[in-house]
């Protein structure tokens, strides 16, 4: 029989006040057991008329701040999040049979942070950074090909690549952040921190 925590959950949502201690504790066992990307995540954003999208990024930080993913700034995304701050963040690790969602409010990272992260990425990457024209209609394939080599032309040093004006992060500052974990018959247990006024973290159970 699995062991319980002090509300009736299993041990594995742990026994804190912190929702930012049980994310790192889930998020360190998925990097143990997801095979594939287990910083993956579902981005829901919308427009200013609440017309709903969403796709999976990758998750490139995250501290009692919020959570960072990074992207072209002028990409669908980018300009739904300038129009309509509110997102959402969807973790799941199948090979736990765990969920996360994350609810908040985005802002964009600062450039010093911006800078650190995109000089960290591989060189064809930070170049792919100024070719691609993200969620921009290709008229052909060719056309993204190109403009690759144009800019690998015009940036000859792997060690010199300027990050362009139009690609950061952003960094999701959290309102409610809830735990799932898969339940025989679909009894599935739920817990979820709700931030109030005075920055404290309240606990709730979820009925399945």
Known sequence: ?????????????LDTD??????????????KKEINDPNALALGTATKNGVPSVRMVLLKGHDENG?????????QKGNEIKENPNATMCFHWKSLLRQIRIVGTLNQVDSKTADEY???????SRIGAWASKQSSVLENRDQLLNSLVEFKKKYKDENNVPRPSHWSGWNLKPSSIEFWLDGDNRIHE???????????????????
Do not use: H
């Open 1 to 13: 029989m699995n062991q319980k925590n002090s509300l009736g959950l299993n041990k594995c949502f």
């Open 18 to 31: 912190n929702p930012f201690e049980l994310f790192q504790k889930w998020f360190e066992d998925a990097k």
């Open 67 to 75: 959570f960072v993913f990074y992207t072209n700034l002028n990409s």
């Open 118 to 124: 995109y000089n960290s990425r591989a060189y064809d």
């Open 190 to 208: 739920r817990l979820k921190y709700s931030l109030e006024k005075d920055n404290k973290w309240i606990k709730s159970l979820l009925s399945p």
